[in-house]
Structures are given as C-alpha cells and as structure tokens.
C-alpha cells in the first residue's frame, strides 16, 4: 500500500498549473476548469496527479493508461484494472492519495472547532455520550478521530455518506479499531496516521497490509517529482 501526501504550502503559479494540467485526462481537465477558486482547482489536480504518481511509479503504469471512471456514488475506480484499488482527500492546504491492491479509503480533516450540528449527524448516542464527558480540546480530538475513520470506511465502500455515519460506531481495544454498521461487527482495518500537525488522518482498508509506505512532499518537490516520472512515462493527454 503506497499512501502519498503534498502540502500545498505556497501557490501553484499559473505556467506550472498548465503543465501538469497536460498530465490528466481531457474530462478531468474539464471538471477542474470548472472550480471557481484556483485552490480548488489544484486540490483536484493534485489529487489526480498523486494517483498517478503512485500507479506510474509503483504499480508499472503509463500515464496514458490510467482512465478513471466513477461508480454510483462518485468514488474514482479503474475500471481496465479491478485490482488496483485507490483514494483521495482533500482538507485546508493538504492532499493525499493512497493506491493498494484492496478497496481503500482515505479521509484527511484539519481539526477545529466542533461544530453542534455535525455530533448528531456523525455520532451514535453512545459516542455522543462519550463525547459530552470530554473537554473541549479533547473534544475535538475524539470528534475528528472518528469522523475520519468513519468517513474512510464509507469512502472503501464507496457508498460516501450515503451510509449514515451516525449508524456507524467505531471502538477500540488494546489499541484496535473495530467498526459495527447498526450493531453488527464490519471486516475492516483501520489505522490513525498520525503525521501531519493539526490535522487527523485515517485509513480503511479490507485487508490488513502490514507494509505501508508513506511519503510527505511539498508542493514544488512533489511537482518536480511528478515532472521527471510522468515525461519518461507517455502522456497520451499532451496537448489535447
Ligand atoms: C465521498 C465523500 C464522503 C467525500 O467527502 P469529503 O470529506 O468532502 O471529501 P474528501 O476530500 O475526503 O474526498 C474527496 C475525494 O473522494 C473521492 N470520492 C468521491 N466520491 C467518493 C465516494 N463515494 N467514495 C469514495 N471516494 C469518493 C474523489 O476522489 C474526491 O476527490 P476529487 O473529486 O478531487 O476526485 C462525500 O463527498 C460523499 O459522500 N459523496 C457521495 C456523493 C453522492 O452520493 N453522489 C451521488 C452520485 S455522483
């Protein structure tokens, strides 16, 4: 399992934008044309770009081989390659992606402020109770390790939040996250990536892969990266 995050730490300039925009598929460049603000255009672009970093250098793709499409409820699947199984988030200024050989699902969240409105939608009323127990800072810890984690196995179902996350309820124990859907166990595995300052980060998959590799890039090194892996690679999508 190769998982794969890049800080937007400063803006993409407009010619670099264009360049890796050469590397995505006619359609997708059409849905990133779309965004009104450029932040939401580079999340997207990157996030695409993170996956085929990933395919290109782990799993021997080319980079005009990679075309997504989307099942029911919006998740990106290869749809030439049914075991090839991958994810992305998007939260503030970072993207990250994560390709394995088992569905997978990835949710990144700045922590903040909880706000009222979202306990219900996303705790059971035993969590809600755990959750009022709490402080505030602890509060907003347990909040966004849960919603995470719920979100990351809603995101391997591919159902996204159509699934109810207040019928979903995460415990632990000796430090192993177990996931029960309206009261019966689910086969999941879980794990809190605890990486990036501020931010929480969870991983669902359905099979446990000991072997994880992870790597942290920021914006410019990552599209150096991207550059020297993706020109060696063919880009079907140049100049379309
Ligand atoms: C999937 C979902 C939980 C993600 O929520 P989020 O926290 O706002 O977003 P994240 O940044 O974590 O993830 C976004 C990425 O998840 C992926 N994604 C989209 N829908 C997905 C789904 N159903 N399952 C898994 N991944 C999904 C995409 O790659 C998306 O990024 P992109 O649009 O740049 O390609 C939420 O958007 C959802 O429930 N969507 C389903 C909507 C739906 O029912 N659509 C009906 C048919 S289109």
């Not at 809603?154 to 996350?165: M, P």
């Not at 430090?175 to 990486?195: N, Q, R, T």
């Amino acid at each position: 399992m190769h998982i794969c995050c890049v800080h937007i730490d400063q803006t993409l300039d407009e010619t670099a934008f264009q360049e890796m925009m050469q590397y995505v598929t006619p359609e997708k460049r059409a849905r990133i044309q779309r965004f009104r603000k450029p932040i939401d255009a580079t999340r997207s672009l990157l996030g695409d770009l993170i996956i085929r970093f990933i395919l290109c250098r782990h799993y021997g793709f080319h980079n005009h081989e990679i075309h997504y499409e989307h099942q029911e409820f919006g998740k990106p699947y290869l749809p030439e390659h049914p075991d090839v199984h991958f994810n992305i988030s998007h939260s503030g200024d970072w993207v990250v992606g994560v390709v394995s050989t088992h569905p997978v699902g990835i949710d990144i969240e700045k922590i903040t402020e909880v706000k009222e409105n979202l306990t219900s939608l996303a705790l059971t009323t035993e969590e809600h109770q755990q959750f009022q127990k709490l402080n505030e800072t602890e509060r907003n810890l347990f909040f966004f390790e849960l919603w995470t984690l719920k979100e990351s196995y809603v995101k391997a179902t591919g159902k996204g939040l159509s699934e109810g996350l207040n019928t979903l309820q995460i415990s632990r124990d000796n430090g192993k996250i177990h996931i029960e859907k309206k009261g019966k166990p689910v086969p999941a595995y879980f794990k809190m990536l605890e990486c990036i300052e501020g931010h929480q980060l969870s991983l669902c998959s359905f099979s446990e892969h000991p072997e994880k590799d992870m790597r942290s890039f920021l914006l410019n090194e990552f599209i150096e990266k991207v550059k020297s892996l993706l020109r060696m690679s063919k880009t079907l999508y140049e100049g379309k």
